[in-house]
C-alpha cells in the first residue's frame, strides 16, 4: 500500500503510523480539510469478535441448567423429562430464556426479543455409532461442538435460504443438554442462528434474521471497544469515558442508492460504495462534532464500512460511518473520551490539531481494522475544502 505522508496530522506520540501490511480489506477516507497525504481506501471487513469461532461459528450452548430443575418432574429415581419450549420447537421458532440460564426456554414471537432462531432439530439416530443411545455417556460440549460444526451449517443454510451474512452479526448455533438432564434421557439438538455478545452469551435480538439487515452498525456516537493488546476492535459498543478503537458518527443505508433486497440489483463494487460514502460520511462526521473546526481538532480520520459481495447477496444493506486514528505499531490508536465533548484523548495524549492547509489535498491514510485487511488501492480526490 502507499507509504503515509510524514507530514500528516497525527496525535503527539504517532510518527507517521504505518497502516498493516496484512489483512482483509476496511474503508473510508479522511475528513476534509487539512494537510496533504497518500490516497488510499481500505474496507471494513469482519470486525473481530471474540465470541465467535472460525467459520463464524457461535459456540454450541447447554439448553438445560445443570441442576435438572428445569425440564424435568421431580418424582424421584424415577424421575423423566417432561416437555418444554425447547424439546417442542421447530424450525422457524424463536426461543428466550433469563439472562445467564437457558435452563429456562420459552416461546416468543420472532418479533419480541429473544435469544434463538431455530433452524431446525438434528436427527441423532442418523449420527453414527452409539454415542446417542439410552444408556450413551453424555458427548461433552467439544463433541457438541464438533456436531453443531458438521450437521448445523448446512440446515442454517437451507433454512434461510443461504442468506446468512458470512461477515455479519449473527452465527450458527446448537442448543443442547446439559450432563444432568442427558442422564434424565434428554437428546434433542437444535441447530439455530444467535447473536453473542462481548461475554460470548447469546444477547437478545428482534425479528427475523432473514428479515433483517445483518451487517454490523451502531448508532450515531457509539464507541466500539479496543483489545489494547492487538489494538483491534472488539466489536462491542462501550462508555466512550473507556479506552475504544472508534466513535461512530452515523449508519449509512446503501438501498437508497444501490437497491434494496428486494430489487435484486447486483452488488456495487467498493469503488462505486466508496464514492457514495465519501460524499455522505465527511459531512456527517462534520455535523456530528459541530463543524468541521471541531472536527479538525480531533486530528481523526473519517472512516466507513462497505459491503463485501457475500454480505450484499445475503441481504445486508447498512454500513456505519466513524472516527478513528491509525497507530504507529499497526492497529487502532487507543481513544479515550467522546469525539463531540472536546475532553478526547489519543494513545493517552490531547490531540493538536494541524495548522491550516489549502483545500483538495489528497485523502490521507484511513485507520487499519483487525487481522486479515488489506489496502484497496484506488484513489479519489479529496471534497473541496
Not at 145 to 156: G, L, S, Y
Not at 226 to 244: L, Q, S
Request: glycine share 12%.
Amino acid at each position: 500500500m502507499n507509504a503515509p505522508d510524514p507530514d500528516r496530522s497525527r496525535p503527539a506520540d504517532a510518527d507517521a503510523p504505518p497502516a498493516p501490511a496484512s489483512g482483509r480489506p476496511a474503508g473510508g477516507t479522511r475528513r476534509p480539510g487539512k494537510s496533504a497525504r497518500n490516497p488510499v481506501f481500505v474496507i471494513l471487513g469482519a470486525i473481530v469478535v471474540g465470541a465467535l469461532v472460525a467459520g463464524g461459528i457461535a459456540f454450541a450452548m447447554g439448553v438445560f441448567d445443570d441442576s435438572g430443575s428445569v425440564g424435568g418432574s421431580n418424582i424421584g429415581e424415577g424421575e423423566r423429562l417432561t416437555e418444554n419450549a425447547f424439546t417442542k420447537s421447530v424450525a422457524g421458532d424463536c426461543l428466550d430464556w433469563p439472562a445467564g440460564n437457558p435452563g429456562q426456554p420459552v416461546d416468543v414471537p420472532c418479533e419480541q426479543k429473544h435469544r434463538f432462531e431455530v433452524a431446525g432439530a438434528i436427527d441423532t439416530a442418523l449420527i453414527p455409532g452409539a454415542e446417542f443411545g439410552e444408556d450413551a455417556l453424555w458427548p461433552g460440549a467439544e463433541r457438541f461442538a464438533t456436531i453443531r460444526d458438521e450437521q448445523c451449517p448446512v440446515m442454517v443454510d437451507q433454512y434461510l435460504d443461504g442468506r446468512l451474512d458470512p461477515q455479519g452479526r449473527f452465527a450458527v448455533g446448537m442448543m443442547y443438554p446439559s450432563q444432568a438432564q442427558w442422564d434424565k434421557g434428554a437428546r434433542q439438538l437444535r441447530c439455530g442462528v444467535q447473536e453473542n455478545g462481548a461475554d460470548g452469551a447469546p444477547v437478545q435480538f428482534s425479528g427475523r434474521v432473514a428479515d433483517q439487515n445483518q451487517s454490523y452498525v451502531w448508532p450515531e456516537g457509539t464507541c466500539v471497544g479496543i483489545d489494547t493488546e492487538t489494538r483491534a476492535p472488539t466489536g462491542f459498543a462501550v462508555n466512550c469515558a473507556e479506552p475504544h478503537a472508534f466513535q461512530t458518527t452515523g449508519i449509512v443505508d446503501l438501498s437508497v442508492r444501490f437497491g434494496d433486497r428486494m430489487s435484486n440489483k447486483p452488488w456495487p463494487p467498493t469503488g462505486a460504495q466508496n464514492s457514495y460514502l465519501g460524499s455522505i460520511c465527511p459531512v456527517q462526521a462534520e455535523r456530528f462534532v459541530g463543524g468541521r473546526k471541531p472536527l479538525d481538532a480531533t486530528t481523526l480520520n473519517v472512516q466507513w464500512s462497505v459491503l463485501s459481495e457475500p454480505s450484499w447477496l445475503a441481504g445486508s444493506r447498512k454500513v456505519v460511518c466513524y472516527l478513528g486514528l491509525p497507530d504507529k505499531r499497526g492497529g487502532f490508536a487507543t481513544l479515550v473520551g467522546d469525539a463531540k465533548g472536546g475532553a478526547l484523548l489519543i494513545n493517552g495524549r490531547a490531540p493538536v490539531a494541524p495548522p491550516e492547509a489549502p483545500p483538495g489535498r489528497a485523502l490521507p491514510t484511513p485507520v487499519p481494522l483487525p487481522p486479515g485487511i488489506a489496502p484497496n488501492p484506488d484513489e479519489a480526490p479529496a471534497p473541496a475544502g
